[in-house]
């Protein structure tokens, strides 16, 4: 049953394009609020759904919006957005009922197709765009996105499970049908901590509300996902990321609340993936391309004000600059400490070395500042 009026299909001589089906029809009786008209940021939570998909080059033509409770409503905002709605009559029955009568009245045979659920708007279209490449280059029946060794959302089916979903009986799930094809699943690893939140509850959504206002940067679980699964630096490079955090954040706090500017986490993240400026020059370029390109723009800029930083301008510092410092220790706090415990000449030698290092590239007026942070970074391991 359409809600909005249908499309008629081209014939075409080229392979189906891939298609998205969002389920929106449920009662949102754990959110307290109809979630799929719910305000989140520029527009609702279904707006942002079909955004995430149009951003990623699929067709109005092939997004389909499944309605239910509340049709009228959810369909007047597929018809004002150009996409495709269907009634989901048997909404009673569950969410499967929903993906099935996407599937089945909205999407093409032969059609690969997403499946997102409307309350899981926080996917990055690079996810989007992830699934569809592996699907050019790494044939199976479906794909599917993991976080952290965690499977999330939104698979894309391949024509074969999503025919299969079609025929399947109400009384399944698409775990289930997933279940089937498990030996040809292809799962593709994504830094995308979205892909594993869902937005059903009042304190999930504010969890999501805060989420959104810092998608240009990475959560710490991102971070990690990033160097880990992403850029797959070696063990070694990882932990110098974290040692590089460790001194970071050591800095931060000889500095103190009155000499920096900082958000404790953006902090973290920066310092971790600063390893990957090292060796510099194109591979460093080439990172913090990427970094943009996956929907980190905010961190790929300040790596990029970190690797052209000449100095550490004045006080306040923000996390370009404390990274920056962090890194001419050369995450080697350690070895400094180490030194420190020494008794003899070579103590002080260490020290004075980095700290003549440091001081060479702060601006005079915070020299004394930057003195006092090396050595309490030293001092405090």
């Known amino acids: 049953m359409s809600c909005a009026g249908p499309i008629a299909f081209q014939k075409s001589d080229r392979q189906p394009s891939v298609g998205a089906v969002i389920p929106s029809a449920g009662f949102s009786a754990r959110m307290g609020a109809f979630k799929p ?12 759904s079909v ?15 499944v ?10 905002v597929a018809m004002r957005l150009g996409v495709r709605c ?49 699907r050019r280059h790494r044939p199976g029946a479906y794909w599917q996105p993991v976080f952290r060794g965690t499977e999330g959302h939104p698979p894309l089916l391949g024509p074969e499970v999503a025919a299969e979903a079609r025929r399947a009986s109400v009384s399944d799930t698409l775990r289930d049908v997933l279940a089937r094809y498990r030996a040809d699943c292809v799962s593709v690893a994504v830094a995308d901590e979205g892909t594993v939140m869902d937005m059903d509850t009042p304190g999930a959504f504010r969890r999501g509300l805060s989420r959104l206002t810092r998608l240009g940067e990475p959560s710490e679980a991102e971070a990690i996902a990033l160097l880990q699964d992403v850029f797959r630096v070696t063990p070694c490079t990882y932990e110098q990321g974290v040692r590089v955090a460790r001194a970071a954040r050591r800095v931060a706090g000889a500095l103190g609340p009155m000499e920096t500017d900082l958000d404790p986490v ?37 790596l990029r004000r970190i690797r ?6 004045t006080l306040p510092m923000d996390e370009a600059q404390v990274v920056f410092l962090a890194l001419r220790l050369g995450g080697g ?27 060479q590239t702060a601006s005079p007026e915070i020299r004394p500042t930057v003195r006092e942070a090396v050595l309490a970074t030293a001092e405090g391991g």
């Not at 951003?55 to 997004?63: E, H, K, M, R, V």
């Not at 030194?339 to 070395?353: S, T």
């Open 67 to 76: 309605a239910g409770h509340r049709a009228e409503a959810v369909g007047s």
């Open 51 to 65: 955004s995430l998909f149009r951003t990623a080059g699929i067709p109005l033509s092939d997004i389909v919006v």
């Open 333 to 359: 706090v350690g070895r400094v400490r180490t030194n420190l415990q020494r008794e003899g000449p070579g103590a002080d030698a260490a020290v004075e070395r980095i700290l003549r290092c440091m001081e």
């Open 266 to 302: 953006r902090l973290r993240t920066i310092a971790m993936l600063s390893v990957l400026l090292d060796p510099g020059g194109a591979a460093a370029s080439e990172a913090c391309r990427k970094m943009e390109a996956l929907g980190f723009p905010s961190a790929a800029g300040i």
């Open 37 to 48: 008209l719910l305000h989140l940021g520029d527009g609702t939570v279904l707006e942002r």
């Open 86 to 134: 269907v009634v989901n009559t048997r909404v009673r029955e569950g969410m499967f009922s929903s993906v099935q009568a996407g599937l089945r009245e909205g999407t093409r045979i032969g059609q690969a197709v997403f499946v997102l659920p409307v309350d899981q708007p926080l996917i990055r279209a690079s996810t989007i765009s992830a699934l569809i490449e592996a």
């Open 308 to 313: 052209t930083c000449d100095g550490m301008g």
